[in-house]
């Protein structure tokens, strides 16, 4: 078993709609980061949480430390928004970014 | 202000031949990671430095892999002899005080070995 995996692993959705992607890690962690990389392109930051949620523009993350889950909200997607999503816990023990498997999601008109 | 630069962005050579990649981090940053990331996987770290001192290299391949930072600025990682399995894209990050700071990533180099 991994120690992230994401959900779903494939999302597609039409332009507007309310997305929602999940993350579930086993092991302990100091933070948690939610990561954004476009096909061909770099990998951008989007969130680093250790509790509680925290608000970007369209974009929300939450985390519940204690049920070791994190999800990654986006309000009112547009076609921009195609990209791959990528939960990266960083490990207590290593101090290392676990990264997770990664949530492509499309965008459609 | 600025983000992680990297270069070259792109990178052909043969295989055997050296390579060499350049990053600059974010100014102020005190911690520089190199990652590696094969096609449609994760990235996989590479080395940490905090400052000039390398703090995690345990997944460089030291047989063909260096690295140094310099006066705890700019980075470079080299690979020398390259082969075909190093294809790949490296990244480069910086955060300002060790890893439970913010990442930002370079654009990173694609690396083709032929």
């Known amino acids: 078993k991994n120690e992230v995996e994401q959900s779903p692993q494939n999302l597609t959705a039409q332009e507007g709609e309310f997305i929602t992607i999940n993350c579930s890690y086993s092991?302990?962690?100091?933070?948690l980061h939610w990561l954004q990389q476009h096909p061909g392109g770099g990998i951008v930051s989007l969130f680093m949480?250790?509790?509680g949620k925290k608000k970007h523009g369209r974009l929300i993350a939450t985390i519940n430390i204690q049920e070791k889950h994190s999800s990654l909200h986006i309000t009112a997607s547009h076609p921009r928004d195609s990209a791959v999503y990528i939960c990266?816990?960083?490990?207590?023990?290593?101090?290392?970014?676990?990264f997770g498997t990664g949530t492509r999601l499309q965008v459609f008109p | 202000e600025a983000g992680v630069v990297q270069s070259p962005r792109y990178k052909i050579i043969e295989k055997k031949q050296p390579v060499a990649f350049w990053c600059n981090p974010i100014?102020?940053?005190?911690?520089l990671y190199w990652y590696r990331q094969n096609l449609g996987q994760g990235p996989e770290l590479l080395i940490r430095?905090?400052?000039?001192?390398?703090?995690?290299d345990s997944q460089l391949p030291k047989d063909r892999f260096s690295a140094e930072r310099l006066k705890g600025v700019d980075s470079t990682l080299k690979i020398q002899p390259a082969e075909l399995g190093d294809s790949a894209v490296y990244l480069c990050?910086?955060?300002?005080?060790?890893?439970?700071?913010?990442?930002?990533f370079g654009p990173g180099t694609r690396l083709t070995v032929t």
């Open positions: 990266a816990p960083t490990s207590y023990n290593t101090d290392k970014l676990i």
């Open positions: 949480l250790s509790s």
């Open positions: 100014s102020g940053h005190n911690t």
């Open positions: 430095y905090e400052n000039e001192e390398a703090v995690d």
């Open positions: 990050a910086s955060s300002l005080q060790g890893p439970t700071y913010e990442q930002y």
């Open positions: 092991v302990g962690i100091s933070a």
